[in-house]
């Protein structure tokens, strides 16, 4: 959450603590807000949500560690339903069209493991510790409630040999919400996602000279 948010983030808990007869002081807003704040404030407020509405444990109060569990489960089950996407669409399209899914985070996740020709070299017995490191890749991002950059498009085979023959290309495959993958296709970035810099070999008497200079002081 951004600073911005803190008024309706403690409008929101107010009104859930006074379901349970409770006043926050701000004193323990402040509180929730800090133990909080690295999620986005809908991950929050459908967190609290959920506890409300949890049979078991919906009786008591919030507190900051149950909205985490709620928050963590809720991040296992985004990251699973992003998995199948994934895997639904390798088994039944294979890796020769080009693809565009209505999440951002799956294409970040599956660049960061190869990109999607990659990804069909994996043999089936592979395959479950494919999903687990997508899953726990994809849930670090939902966490922190980052979408760092990503590819507008995961590159097929058939994009890829045409690319290089000179051939026209075929557009690529929306999976799930059309309007979505398109939106996701119109905010990707087809810089790279890792930089590399060489280093100035001329600059490097400087460079050891001002580091040795630094640990001498």
């Known amino acids: 959450m951004q600073s911005c948010d803190f008024a309706a983030f403690g409008q929101m808990l107010q009104a859930i603590m006074a379901m349970y007869g409770r006043d926050l002081s701000p004193a323990l807003v402040a509180l929730y807000w800090q133990g909080l704040q690295a999620y986005d404030l809908a991950a929050v407020r459908e967190a609290l949500n959920r506890h409300v509405n949890n049979p078991d444990t919906g009786q008591f109060m919030p507190k900051i560690a149950d909205i985490h569990k709620m928050l963590q489960g809720s991040t296992q089950d985004a990251a699973l339903t992003a998995w199948s996407k994934v895997d639904r669409t390798m088994r039944e399209k294979g890796p020769y069209p080009s693809i565009v899914f209505d999440d951002p985070l799956i294409h970040r996740v599956l660049s960061e493991m190869g990109g999607w020709v990659q990804l069909s070299t994996k043999h089936e017995d592979d395959w479950p510790f494919v999903r687990n490191e997508f899953v726990n890749r994809y849930r670090g991002y939902r ?30 495959l929306l999976v799930g919400s059309a309007a979505m993958a398109q939106q996701v296709m119109r905010q990707g970035t087809d810089q790279p996602l890792l930089e590399f810099t060489l280093l100035n070999v001329k600059n490097l008497p400087v460079l050891l000279q001002n580091e040795a200079q630094q640990i001498a002081a």
């Open 143 to 172: 966490v922190r409630s980052e979408v760092p950059d990503y590819p507008p498009v995961l590159i097929g085979i058939a994009e890829m040999t045409n690319q290089q023959l000179g051939f026209e290309v075929a557009p690529p």
